[in-house]
């Protein structure tokens, strides 16, 4: 089955206490990507990426790094957490061309206190 | 920047009768998409509808219609017939016609579906 695959989906740590938030697809899709979702602001893009090795930041980079070492992962890491960073976070990703569809992962809600 | 705005963030509807969410956008561009995307309690992120923008034509899929209006930039979902796993939060979002450009979302609208 085609899909987006998130890990963990709860979790719940302390300030600066650093973190990663791991994302698998299994379509060999080119394009991926990592949003948050706020209320009231809707889902804004972290980081993406086009490509392995080929990283680049989206709307709110701020406080996020990201990798690309292979085609199907795309972990996303907060190296040192805080409160503002408590989200509900997705991963997406898509293949090559403008009209490809994007999947998304079942998202991760992240509470940092 | 493209810019996606949603200015109902609550809707509520009786069963079997009809919506309308509204949407409206803010580009540059002449060839884009458009989509509305449908989230319920689940928090998965599913994908009702999506438009063209070279497409005239409105986009239909079963219950869901859009109208889409590129010289006045809005793009609003009327829901048919309601039922009750209709309600969800729902997102407009927009996407340039290019292989690399992210989707910008708009703030959601929370939509319940009374019996």
């Known amino acids: 089955e085609a899909q987006v695959t998130q890990n963990p989906r709860y979790l719940i740590t302390v300030t600066g206490k650093k973190l990663t938030v791991t994302c698998s697809q299994n379509m060999n899709h080119e394009y991926m990507s990592w949003y948050r979702q706020d209320p009231g602001l809707g889902l804004r893009q972290i980081y993406y990426?086009?490509?392995?090795?080929?990283?680049d930041k989206g709307d709110v980079p701020e406080g996020y790094k990201v990798s690309r070492k292979e085609k199907r992962n795309f972990p996303l890491i907060l190296e040192s957490p805080s409160p503002n960073q408590t989200s509900l976070y997705f991963c997406?990703?898509?293949?090559?061309?403008?009209?490809?569809?994007?999947?998304f992962g079942s998202g991760t809600q992240l509470s940092v206190l | 920047a493209q810019t996606v705005t949603q200015s109902q963030p609550e809707m509520s509807v009786q069963e079997a009768e009809t919506v309308t969410l509204s949407c409206t956008y803010d580009?540059?561009?002449?060839?884009?998409?458009l989509f509305w995307y449908k989230q319920p309690p689940s928090r998965q992120m599913i994908l009702v509808i999506r438009?063209?923008?070279?497409?005239?034509q409105n986009a239909t899929e079963n219950r869901f219609s859009v109208n889409f209006q590129k010289a006045a930039k809005s793009f609003s979902l009327k829901i048919s017939d309601s039922q009750l796993g209709d309600a969800a939060m729902y997102f407009c979002a927009y996407r340039r016609e290019t292989s690399g450009s992210r989707l910008t979302f708009g703030e959601g609208t929370q939509l319940t579906v009374n019996p």
């Open positions: 990426s086009m490509n392995v090795e080929v990283t």
């Open positions: 997406a990703s898509r293949a090559w061309g403008p009209n490809e569809k994007l999947f």
């Open positions: 438009q063209e923008a070279y497409k005239q």
């Open positions: 580009t540059s561009e002449s060839d884009y998409y």
